[in-house]
Structures are given as structure tokens and as C-alpha cells.
T-cell receptor, first 112, second 111 residues
Framework: DAGITQSPRYKITETGRQVTLMCHQTWSHSYMFWYRQDLGHGLRLIYYSAAADITDKGEVPDGYVVSRSKTENFPLTLESATRSQTSVYFC???????????FGQGTRLTVV | DQQVKQNSPSLSVQEGRISILNCDYTNSMFDYFLWYKKYPAEGPTFLISISSIKDKNEDGRFTVFLNKSAKHLSLHIVPSQPGDSAVYFCAAIGSGYALNFGKGTSLLVTP
């Protein structure tokens, strides 16, 4: 299927566990992003990437790790999950400057 | 510090009337602005955008106005429909390539 897909859609994990959220896009967009959405905070940028092997920290990067070995994939890893990382995570991609970003359906992560 | 601000968390409008959603920004380097619409349990979807070289962009029932001197933009929806009920996010892009989002405004259109 064309587009941007995230997996899993829902995940429950325990505090201290490592968990990886997957993001895959089929457009070969250069730019990819991870956001988290929390009540009262809107969408906050976690990490972003301009191309394969190029990543940058966003507003709230602590506790997260990303990699981008292939243009189409941009996984987000929580190295040791904490309850404060309970959130809805959105992956997005865009082609270039002055273009819109396309978002995945989101992953609802609960850390217990 | 939030660079894109949506100061109204919620807005209620009657069907058929105009909905006006507002957004302010602080970074003068922002030169491209977007509005996204989000339904529960779905990802945000792109609605309309405007470049800083313009002051208005229209797409059907949706119009975005940009006032650069005031660092303010607004989204007008005319006429509003119940299906427009959603959370609307304002976003801005500057010298970087990431979208900077506001906290969103929840719009409720009542019949």
C-alpha cells in the first residue's frame, strides 16, 4: 500500500522495557519526523531526519533513539520506557521545502 | 518555548455559520504555514497552506489569511458543517525543515 504506515497501532509495555515503534513510507520522501501528542501539549517533535543516516533532535528527545539506515524507514526506540512516555506517537514524512507533511495513523503506547 | 500558539483550546459554532480559528507565531523566520485537521484515533491530515509571500489562500470552504506584520494567521471555514468537528492544528516551517505545531483548537459544529 502506498503511503505512510506505523506499527503497531497499539502497544502496552512495562516500565524499563525497550520498545520500538516502526514507521515506513513508500514515497521516498527525504524528510521524516516523529511527534508525540499529549493532552495540553499538542504535537511535539521528538526527532527528525533529512535523509538516510542524518538525524536531529527535536523538542523532546530525551529517552528516545532513532535510526535511518534506509530512506523509507524511520524507527523510534524507547530504550527504557517510563510512564511519562505514555502517549500517542505520530510519524510523518514530506518531500521537500514548502510542501505538506503526511502523517501515519499513530501508535498509542501505554507504559505501565 | 512555544513558537506557534493557538490560544483558544475550543470553539463551538452553529452549522452554516463561519468558523474562525486563530494562530500566532513568534519566530520571524517562519515562511510557510499549514493547517491540519485531526479526528480522534487518526493521524493529522493536511488541510491548507500558505507561503509568506501571500496573504490569502483559498480552497473551497477553507481560506487561510496571513498577517506577517502581526505574526498572525487564521483559518476561516464557510459554511461550517458538522463533519468539520475536529481538532485543528496550526503549523509553521522556517529555516529548518520540521513542522512546528500549536497545541490545537477543538472545533465543534452543532446542527
Amino acid at each position: 500500500d502506498a503511503g505512510i504506515t506505523q506499527s503497531p497501532r497499539y502497544k502496552i509495555t512495562e516500565t524499563g522495557r525497550q520498545v520500538t515503534l516502526m514507521c515506513h513510507q513508500t514515497w521516498s520522501h527525504s524528510y521524516m519526523f516523529w511527534y508525540r501528542q499529549d493532552l495540553g501539549h499538542g504535537l511535539r517533535l521528538i526527532y527528525y531526519s533529512a535523509a538516510a543516516d542524518i538525524t536531529d533532535k527535536g523538542e523532546v528527545p530525551d529517552g528516545y533513539v532513532v535510526s535511518r539506515s534506509k530512506t523509507e524507514n524511520f524507527p523510534l526506540t524507547l530504550e527504557s520506557a517510563t510512564r511519562s512516555q505514555t502517549s500517542v506517537y505520530f510519524c510523518a514524512s514530506r518531500f521537500g521545502f514548502d510542501t505538506e507533511a503526511f502523517f501515519g495513523q499513530g501508535t498509542r503506547l501505554t507504559v505501565v | 518555548d512555544q513558537q506557534v500558539k493557538q490560544n483558544s483550546p475550543s470553539l463551538s459554532v452553529q452549522e452554516g455559520r463561519i468558523s474562525i480559528l486563530n494562530c500566532d507565531y513568534t519566530n520571524s523566520m517562519f515562511d510557510y504555514f499549514l493547517w491540519y485537521k485531526k479526528y480522534p484515533a487518526e493521524g493529522p491530515t493536511f488541510l491548507i497552506s500558505i507561503s509568506s509571500i501571500k496573504d490569502k489562500n483559498e480552497d473551497g470552504r477553507f481560506t487561510v489569511f496571513l498577517n506577517k506584520s502581526a505574526k498572525h494567521l487564521s483559518l476561516h471555514i464557510v459554511p461550517s458543517q458538522p463533519g468539520d468537528s475536529a481538532v485543528y492544528f496550526c503549523a509553521a516551517i522556517g529555516s529548518g525543515y520540521a513542522l512546528n505545531f500549536g497545541k490545537g483548537t477543538s472545533l465543534l459544529v452543532t446542527p
